[in-house]
């Protein structure tokens, strides 16, 4: 009898095995089957040019990605990001005629802010992330048309030289996605802050009884997620040389979501995966420069994103439910 009913338990623990895997793993997988792939196959692909090109265009994904990892692990989501992002270019370009410095700081304060109002809605409030969020998406869009009604062009050289000019052959924009890649891994390995985060997304309702400060916790998640899409936007429009809040940051949200859930960590939260999620930003990253080199269309490129997530989504799903 105990031999009939360890038979079928051994098939089922090695599937858990492979699901986990494929949680944790499988994005470094994809990613190296697809450097192999166009190694081989796509022409010019190992020139260092193409590599600095794959790296500047994925940046600003991976810092807002990386915001939004935070906000997942708290079992939350922040939909305002692409939209905080054309509000920093269009308060940069505002106060550029003060400095570049003003310029960066009142941009990343209004980042903050708008961090700080979705997270106080979501901590304080009551309201659900995805709810609370989707106001702000729509509103602060509207308030940066507002501001800039129409695409605004500079000609400020540090503004330009932080999106054009670069160190040792590595541009700023590399550098700067790089410093917040190590500052968020610092945050969630080794700080209070990441162990209250996880614990937060895990049980919140255990984490109040245990005596976290959760509100203060979850206001500071947004705030962060609000700081580091207002980063990507100054980037952005450094790269573009003009502010243009209509289109600037369009989707970013889906990408975000996109490279966080595919990195391995799970919508559930209470787990946040800082290298997957870099991972995740830059296979989808490698797979639109894949499609488009060998000129496939673009809707081969949403079939294939749409692929990738609802196997990540079915990992995660099949591994917390066994």
Do not use: C
């Not at 009939?4 to 098939?11: N, V």
């Not at 799970?266 to 060998?294: C, D, E, F, I, W």
Request: no cysteine; proline share 4%; hydrophobic share 55%.
């Amino acid at each position: 009898m105990s031999q009939a009913t360890a038979a079928p338990a051994r098939p089922a623990l090695d599937r858990s095995r492979a699901l986990a895997w494929l949680q944790d793993y499988g994005v470094y997988l994809a990613v190296a089957l697809l450097l192999l792939f166009n190694a081989l196959f796509t022409p010019h692909f190992l020139e260092v040019g193409n590599f600095r090109t794959q790296l500047v265009q994925v940046a600003p994904i991976v810092i807002v990605s990386l915001g939004m990892a935070l906000v997942i692990g708290t079992e939350g989501v922040d939909l305002s990001v692409g939209s905080v992002m054309s509000l920093a270019a269009a308060v940069s370009v505002l106060y550029l005629g003060y400095g570049v410095a003003p310029a960066l700081l009142m941009a990343l304060v209004a980042g903050a802010f708008s961090g700080v109002v979705g997270g106080s809605l979501v901590a304080f409030v009551g309201v659900q992330p995805i709810v609370a969020t989707l106001a702000l998406l729509v509103g602060l869009r509207g308030l940066a048309n507002v501001l800039v009604p129409q695409l605004k062009e500079f000609r400020d050289p540090a503004l330009l030289s932080l999106g054009s000019d670069a160190v040792l052959g590595v541009p700023y924009v590399v550098l700067v996605a790089a410093v917040v890649v190590a500052v968020v891994g610092f945050l969630m390995r080794r700080t209070t802050f990441g162990r209250r985060l996880v614990a937060i997304g895990g049980n919140r309702r255990a984490a109040e009884l245990s005596g976290l400060p959760v509100r203060r916790v979850l206001v500071t998640v947004y705030a962060l997620s609000g700081v580091l899409a207002a980063v990507a936007g100054v980037l952005a429009t450094a790269r573009l040389q003009a502010a243009d809040p209509t289109s600037l940051g369009l989707f970013m949200e889906l990408s975000a979501i996109t490279a966080v859930v595919v990195g391995g960590t799970p919508l559930t939260g209470g787990r946040v995966r800082v290298a997957g999620t870099v991972m995740g930003a830059l296979l989808m990253q490698l797979l639109t420069s894949t499609l488009t080199k060998h000129d496939l269309p673009s809707s081969w490129n949403q079939m294939a994103q749409a692929a990738i997530i609802l196997v990540a989504v079915y990992a995660a799903r099949e591994r917390t439910t066994r």
